[in-house]
């Protein structure tokens, strides 16, 4: 009988390793979590969604790991909207990777790291992010924190770190709007476990 799921690893990286064997060992579809064409057009379509149903924003906050998500959505706005990337302080990919030029590796730990630590942003992800990503910001886990707890305090919102991350950048002044600008900001994932806010 064939395993239906394996959890192998901390990181990100100890997972895609476990999964490529796995495909060569089976000879199944591999689908990469944010560096295949697919899996950037799937992300896109939140962008499309997003559009469809607040047409008016100015700018977008789009928390970052791999960069499938910020790719897919930053490609369907292409600039239309201007998007920011978030990311945690001890997870800076996409920060170092604009930095150097390059996808490079970066340091991977922090409260977001089971969501948005893998060791450098996808090759096919640069180029899309380098044309249509109006910038990135690091915010700290502390942050992170804080803005989970206000999702759920005012609007009764469970978010993961990683999904609470783009939202940090806005409740911590990391991102100050301009007088006037519609701000969105993406909240996404599913890698949350109960939390005490008391």
Same mark, same amino acid.
């Given at each position: ?76 706005? @292409?600039?239309?909207? #201007?998007?920011?990337? *978030? ?5 800076? $990919?996409?920060?170092? +990777? &604009?930095?150097? !030029? ?47 707890? @206000?999702?759920?305090? #005012?609007?009764?919102? *469970? ?5 609470? $991350?783009?939202?940090? +950048? &806005?409740?911590? !002044? ?25």
């Amino acid at each position: 009988m064939v395993p239906i799921l394996l959890v192998e690893g901390d990181r990100y990286a100890d997972a895609l390793a476990a999964s490529e064997m796995w495909v060569q060992q089976s000879g199944a579809m591999p689908v990469h979590a944010f560096d295949q064409d697919e899996t950037i057009l799937g992300q896109g379509s939140i962008g499309a969604e997003l559009d469809e149903q607040a047409s008016d924003i100015d700018t977008l906050l789009v928390s970052v790991g791999g960069g499938g998500l910020i790719a897919g959505i930053a490609a369907w706005y @292409a600039r239309r909207v #201007k998007v920011i990337g *978030v990311e945690p302080i001890a997870s800076p $990919t996409l920060t170092k +990777a &604009l930095k150097a !030029g390059q996808p490079v590796d970066a340091e991977t730990g922090g409260i977001a790291a089971d969501s948005l630590a893998p060791r450098r942003i996808g090759d096919r992800v640069f180029p899309i992010v380098q044309a249509h990503v109006d910038g990135v910001l690091l915010v700290p886990d502390e942050a992170i924190v804080a803005s989970q707890k @206000a999702l759920w305090e #005012k609007l009764r919102i *469970v978010a993961e770190p990683g999904g609470a $991350t783009a939202f940090a +950048a &806005l409740l911590s !002044g990391t991102y100050k709007p301009r007088s006037g600008e519609r701000v969105g900001v993406l909240i996404s994932g599913g890698n949350t476990t109960a939390v005490d806010f008391a």
